[in-house]
């Protein structure tokens, strides 16, 4: 695994919604982008992690052709724009490499899809989309063809793939293709979507280095929206094995799913949520507005990702002073994390826990940290041993005393 991704923490963007192309014809947006990079880099990020760039039909996960950049977002010169100046800032570019299925625009021979009959159009769907059609894994054309798609973005300057749907596609086909691009750019970084499964398991039978760590996602907010934190606890020990097989991209809010600010029943919890992504072992990810306390409901129906994937204002003075407090906590906890990089690779355990209460300590080789989490009515003193710690984050109370829906972080 590449050591630079031991210190990425990522800036999640959409790209056709941030720059408000999604909807319009061909424009040089790029630009729109790049004027945001000094304000993510303030809060601490590294890395800019993009949804889909390449052209397509409609939402960008319907490619048509893996070599051009969509035209609503700009061209080839607009991109080598982002990327250089993404790198003149210490930030890398992470890709969305859309290589389970293409647009029905998408030119290939007839081999190169799976087939549910001899007809021309009886070709197999993802998940029941029409526009979207399943490529054939076991063709090595299309073998061939991801891997010159991975090598020529990375030739012209980014650093990794984030891999749409990989839970879709077998696990020995992702292991041949970053076989043969890491012989080329041996730095490059893969993570895959996953959402269920054997994560650990799928992460050694395909040779990636990362997977999407939606079940700890999961449990972070339902945990606290029910007041069940035995559900984190439970997931914390389970990503443990996943840390041992790879480095997780960790989060607590993408372009897939609802915000994390409308997810919660009480946002006094948001605090809470973010102390555990960024003391928790992987490689966390912020969705872009999520550090501004953006709201966004994910709906199962014709354009239902439109809420949660919006258009970003011209400039941070454009933004809405109640978010700012959320941006600048966001900007402490990456500050902290980035004090502790030892966090990258933690494994996190419980001292003490109730349904409402629970201390996690994060350790590694000689370093630890406390998180004290209390979502209960009341406060609560936690029976740990504090001599030695203070508080490096919170929202108040003193060590090991925490008041009602509060939290702390000791070291």
Not at 35 to 55: H, I, R, T
Not at 206 to 214: A, V
Not at 371 to 380: A, I, K, S
Request: no cysteine.
């Amino acid at each position: 695994m590449s050591n630079w991704a031991d210190h990425a923490i990522w800036w999640h963007v959409y790209p056709l919604g941030f720059t408000g192309g999604l909807h319009r014809g061909p424009g040089h947006r790029f630009g729109h982008l790049v004027d945001w990079l000094d304000y993510a880099v303030e809060m601490g990020v590294n890395g800019l992690q993009l949804g889909p760039v390449f052209a397509s039909g409609t939402h960008g996960y319907d490619t048509v052709d893996h070599f051009a950049i969509d035209p609503r977002l700009g061209d080839d010169a607009d991109f080598d724009e982002l990327v250089a100046a993404a790198q003149s800032r210490g930030v890398r570019v992470m890709l969305d490499g859309v290589f389970n299925h293409v647009g029905r625009g998408f030119s290939a021979p007839r081999h190169w899809f799976r087939h549910t009959g001899p007809g021309p159009d009886d070709v197999e769907v993802f998940e029941g989309h029409h526009a979207l059609v399943a490529l054939n894994h076991d063709e090595p054309e299309v073998l061939d063809h991801v891997v010159r798609v991975m090598n020529h973005w990375l030739d012209r300057g980014v650093s990794g793939w984030r891999l749409d749907a990989a839970y879709a596609v077998p696990p020995r086909f992702w292991r041949a293709a970053v076989d043969r691009v890491r012989s080329r750019h041996p730095d490059a970084w893969f993570t895959g979507e996953l959402i269920h499964g054997d994560y650990p398991a799928y992460l050694r039978e395909s040779g990636l280095d990362s997977i999407t760590q939606y079940e700890l996602w999961k449990a972070i907010w339902s945990s606290l929206n029910d007041r069940n934190l035995f559900e984190l606890v439970w997931a914390l020990e389970r990503h443990g094995d996943v840390l041992d097989a790879g480095l997780p991209l960790t989060f607590v809010g993408n372009h897939d799913v609802t915000r994390l600010a409308s997810k919660l029943d009480d946002v006094r919890h948001i605090g809470h949520a973010l102390a555990v992504l960024f003391t928790t072992g992987g490689a966390p990810s912020v969705y872009y507005g999520d550090e501004q306390a953006y709201r966004g409901v994910k709906h199962d129906r014709a354009g239902g990702d439109d809420d949660v994937r919006p258009l970003f204002p011209a400039k941070p003075e454009d933004l809405s002073a109640y978010g700012w407090p959320t941006y600048r906590l966001h900007q402490r906890l990456i500050g902290m994390r980035r004090r502790h990089p030892w966090l990258t690779h933690a494994r996190t355990a419980s001292l003490s826990l109730t349904n409402t209460a629970a201390a996690l300590v994060s350790t590694a080789p000689g370093n630890r940290l406390i998180t004290l989490l209390n979502v209960g009515d009341t406060e609560t003193t936690f029976d740990v041993d504090v001599a030695g710690l203070r508080v490096l984050e919170g929202d108040g109370g003193t060590p090991a005393a925490v008041p009602a829906h509060g939290w702390q972080i000791l070291g």
